[in-house]
């Protein structure tokens, strides 16, 4: 299975400050389709995961422009260019270039 | 909009069947174009894909290898719904389950979840 690791575990960050995640995987995540499987996900206290990010920089539709990835290969970030208190909660990762899909361990952002 | 609305029992017996129920509001589950998925999470093993069930033609299944001995994920396509059923449960199995339409670049919607605890 490919192994997707998380950093930090956990961030407490400032409203209006910038914050980013890293995500590395264990493999690289371009397929074979020229693209790159990597999408991000927020889960809010007490709520299912939302999609943020797909395809490594593609915002889901309602997803606020604050919010930005990027990367390739094996290495990715998701960016938050000003946090918000509606940002708190977990921030995943999540590789869909084969199966099982895996996540990353999870990056827990407070204000 | 897609929504998923999860049923199904919050406590299942030792050596017991899990049985979980997701409908399928403004998509079918028998579209060519998604797949409807099942994912589970708990604190040792964070957020684990379990299987999937798509209709290409024909109905496919995936499984994860962890599970893959004891999980069926059935579509029924005349409540426009897809179930999970995972046999011989044990409290590794304590988890919350979530539906979720999904592919390979994105799951997009998810069902509520559903605590679900292994316990006699």
């Known amino acids: 299975d490919i192994v997707m690791t998380q950093t930090p575990l956990s961030l407490s960050v400032t409203p209006g400050q910038p914050a980013s995640i890293s995500c590395k995987s264990s493999q690289s995540l371009l397929f074979s389709d020229g693209k790159t499987y990597l999408s991000w996900y927020l889960q809010k206290p007490g709520q299912s995961p939302q999609l943020l990010v797909y395809e490594v920089s593609s915002r889901f539709s309602g997803v606020p422009d604050r919010f930005s990835g990027s990367g390739s290969g094996t290495d990715f970030t998701l960016k938050i260019s000003r946090v918000e208190a509606e940002d708190v909660g977990v921030y995943y990762c999540?590789?869909?270039?084969?199966?099982?899909?895996?996540f990353g361990q999870g990056t827990k952002v407070e204000i | 909009q897609v929504q998923l609305q999860q049923s199904g029992p919050g406590l299942v017996r030792p050596s017991q069947t899990l049985s979980l129920t997701c409908a399928i509001s403004g998509d079918s589950v028998s579209s060519n174009s998604a797949a409807w998925n099942w994912i589970r999470q708990s604190p040792s093993r964070g957020l684990e894909w379990l299987g999937r069930?798509?209709?290409?033609?024909?109905?496919?299944?995936d499984y994860a290898a962890s599970v893959k001995s004891r999980i069926i994920i059935d579509p029924d396509t005349s409540k426009n719904q897809f179930s999970l059923q995972l046999n011989s449960v044990t409290a590794e199995d304590t988890a919350v389950y979530y539906c979720?339409?999904?592919?390979?670049?994105?799951?997009?919607?998810w069902g509520q979840g559903t605590l679900v605890t292994v316990s006699s």
């Open positions: 069930t798509y209709y290409r033609s024909k109905w496919y299944n």
């Open positions: 979720a339409r999904g592919s390979r670049a994105y799951h997009d919607s």
């Open positions: 999540m590789q869909g270039i084969g199966l099982p899909w895996t």
